[in-house]
């Protein structure tokens, strides 16, 4: 196995090895999980195992996370150039690219070709939107490179669910007004999964728009242009879902809906778990204190890590957005998630749940210790909040104040 | 004219080249950029916090 020299501070020399390499490969590998469930129904006439994709992200993969366990290992920094530069890890996320095509594709003709019952056909379509949120977390991981080439595959991955806008909203809004009331993808303690997305997906589109629409006004033309990067991936999904349309049939046209939506949903999930309630305060100046690294959630967890591209390690992530997968590190107390992605998605489903096991782990944050007036609260939830965790010597909610603004820029 | 440098990620704003795929033309003032400009690459650091490096 390829190993990384370098030398420390204090002039020790170190070696590191990578004892993931070979295993991130399964971020590759993961979103052709639909072909499993076909290849057993195929074998077996049972419909039920066309679901088997379902099964794998919510139990199996939650199960995964629980009995592997998480791993806080780091590359020593004096390594992290190499480790960058290592040509192997990029190759994993270009590879992947064509195989969410494949997923896609594949899955829709197969579906669209055999005669199968209406709800087997709709849960098909549900697991190719399974694995094309996969296609927007590999569009998240290209999408923060400066290279050319990783720019151009992530328009061309993000053309799968139809998610053009994500990079540029994510990259140039989300990372900018992460954690604070202005950001529609930062949750609110007390919003649902299911009130967020109302505010989520609709809220970064427009902020994505308007962040390519005022480039584009500077250059001296107007957004409906050709070099609008949203408008070309758009293109290109327009290409793909009408080619799919007039090869199956009418039929493709529930199923897209269907998978487009599901795919945004992975990523609603993912961002609603990632910065709940957290809260960046602001300076004299007015100005938000600078991202750090108790601004968002992280997970260990292997299994999820390893099929995610190492999402999961999210303060360090946005600490230094240009930071790739591989490079990414655990730090010590910062706030952690009580399982890996997958698992916390199917406790995001279930709000009371949620707010149950999630509320008491915001309150407890070093840096809150129980202030409500350093978290991301609802405004329509704050009276409740306060009249549920307020503590006498905080102030009382002011409408209107800091955190009450309802964001969706 | 003089370059300014993000402190995060290495990006250069060049005041003699400007940024064309921005829409800030050749000679484009590092002060004449908006209020709001975050670094094109990164977006984790504001204009405030570019260093001027020549």
Redesign the interface.
Same mark, same amino acid.
């Given at each position: 196995m390829k190993g990384y020299t370098g030398t420390l501070k204090s002039g020790e020399a170190v070696y590191y090895q990578d004892k993931k390499r070979l295993l991130w490969s399964l971020s590759v590998i993961y979103p052709l999980q639909p072909f499993i469930g076909i290849w057993l129904y195929t074998k077996t006439g049972v419909e039920a195992w066309l679901l088997l994709p379902i099964g794998l992200s919510y139990i199996l993969a939650p199960l995964l996370d629980w009995l592997l366990g998480e791993d806080e290992n780091n590359p020593p920094e004096a390594v992290v150039l190499q480790l960058d530069a290592d040509r192997y890890y990029r190759w994993l996320t270009y590879t992947v690219v064509p195989i969410h095509f494949v997923s896609l594709i594949g899955v829709a003709w197969w579906a669209g070709t055999h005669a199968i019952s209406t709800w087997a056909f709709l849960g098909l379509a549900v697991i190719a939107g399974l694995a094309s949120g996969l296609g927007i977390n590999t569009g998240h991981e290209l999408g923060?490179k400066?290279s050319r080439l990783e720019r151009t595959l992530t328009k061309i991955v993000l053309a799968v669910p139809v998610y053009g806008h994500f990079w540029i909203e994510h990259?140039?809004g989300h990372? &900018?007004d992460v954690a604070t009331p202005d950001d529609p993808a930062s949750a609110r303690m007390g919003e649902s999964i299911f009130k967020f997305a109302m505010r989520e997906i609709p809220g970064a589109f427009r902020r994505g728009w308007q962040i390519e629409k005022d480039?584009?006004? &500077?250059?001296?033309t107007t957004a409906w242009n050709t070099n609008n990067q949203i408008l070309q991936s758009m293109a290109l999904s327009l290409v793909l879902q009408l080619g799919l349309v007039i090869a199956l049939g009418l039929q493709m046209i529930p199923f897209l809906l269907v998978h487009n939506v599901m795919a945004w949903w992975q990523l609603t999930s993912a961002n609603y778990v990632e910065h709940y309630g957290l809260l960046r305060e602001k300076d004299a100046n007015g100005?938000y204190e600078?991202?750090q690294q108790h601004h968002s959630w992280n997970s260990n967890h292997i299994f999820s890590n390893l099929v995610l591209f190492h999402l999961e390690r999210h303060s360090d992530h946005?600490?230094?957005?240009?930071r790739r997968y591989q490079s990414l590190r655990h730090f010590e107390k910062v706030p952690a998630l009580p399982s890996g992605y997958f698992g916390s998605y199917l406790l995001a489903y279930v709000p009371w749940l949620w707010y149950r096991v999630m509320d008491k782990r915001l309150l407890q944050l070093a840096h809150i210790d129980g202030d409500l007036n350093k978290i991301n609260i609802d405004p329509e939830k704050r009276q409740k909040i306060y009249a549920k965790y307020g503590r006498p010597d905080q102030l009382q909610p002011v409408v209107g104040q800091n955190n009450s603004t309802d964001g969706a820029a | 004219m003089s370059q300014y440098r993000c402190p995060e990620c290495g990006y250069i704003y060049d005041e003699e080249l400007g940024d064309g795929f921005e829409g800030f033309a050749p000679g484009t003032p590092f002060a004449d950029l908006p209020s709001e400009f975050a670094c094109p690459d990164c977006s984790v650091r504001d204009k405030e916090d570019f260093e001027k490096v020549s």
């Amino acid at each position: 196995m390829k190993g990384y020299t370098g030398t420390l501070k204090s002039g020790e020399a170190v070696y590191y090895q990578d004892k993931k390499r070979l295993l991130w490969s399964l971020s590759v590998i993961y979103p052709l999980q639909p072909f499993i469930g076909i290849w057993l129904y195929t074998k077996t006439g049972v419909e039920a195992w066309l679901l088997l994709p379902i099964g794998l992200s919510y139990i199996l993969a939650p199960l995964l996370d629980w009995l592997l366990g998480e791993d806080e290992n780091n590359p020593p920094e004096a390594v992290v150039l190499q480790l960058d530069a290592d040509r192997y890890y990029r190759w994993l996320t270009y590879t992947v690219v064509p195989i969410h095509f494949v997923s896609l594709i594949g899955v829709a003709w197969w579906a669209g070709t055999h005669a199968i019952s209406t709800w087997a056909f709709l849960g098909l379509a549900v697991i190719a939107g399974l694995a094309s949120g996969l296609g927007i977390n590999t569009g998240h991981e290209l999408g923060h490179k400066k290279s050319r080439l990783e720019r151009t595959l992530t328009k061309i991955v993000l053309a799968v669910p139809v998610y053009g806008h994500f990079w540029i909203e994510h990259n140039r809004g989300h990372h &900018r007004d992460v954690a604070t009331p202005d950001d529609p993808a930062s949750a609110r303690m007390g919003e649902s999964i299911f009130k967020f997305a109302m505010r989520e997906i609709p809220g970064a589109f427009r902020r994505g728009w308007q962040i390519e629409k005022d480039r584009l006004e &500077r250059r001296g033309t107007t957004a409906w242009n050709t070099n609008n990067q949203i408008l070309q991936s758009m293109a290109l999904s327009l290409v793909l879902q009408l080619g799919l349309v007039i090869a199956l049939g009418l039929q493709m046209i529930p199923f897209l809906l269907v998978h487009n939506v599901m795919a945004w949903w992975q990523l609603t999930s993912a961002n609603y778990v990632e910065h709940y309630g957290l809260l960046r305060e602001k300076d004299a100046n007015g100005r938000y204190e600078r991202c750090q690294q108790h601004h968002s959630w992280n997970s260990n967890h292997i299994f999820s890590n390893l099929v995610l591209f190492h999402l999961e390690r999210h303060s360090d992530h946005h600490a230094h957005p240009l930071r790739r997968y591989q490079s990414l590190r655990h730090f010590e107390k910062v706030p952690a998630l009580p399982s890996g992605y997958f698992g916390s998605y199917l406790l995001a489903y279930v709000p009371w749940l949620w707010y149950r096991v999630m509320d008491k782990r915001l309150l407890q944050l070093a840096h809150i210790d129980g202030d409500l007036n350093k978290i991301n609260i609802d405004p329509e939830k704050r009276q409740k909040i306060y009249a549920k965790y307020g503590r006498p010597d905080q102030l009382q909610p002011v409408v209107g104040q800091n955190n009450s603004t309802d964001g969706a820029a | 004219m003089s370059q300014y440098r993000c402190p995060e990620c290495g990006y250069i704003y060049d005041e003699e080249l400007g940024d064309g795929f921005e829409g800030f033309a050749p000679g484009t003032p590092f002060a004449d950029l908006p209020s709001e400009f975050a670094c094109p690459d990164c977006s984790v650091r504001d204009k405030e916090d570019f260093e001027k490096v020549s």
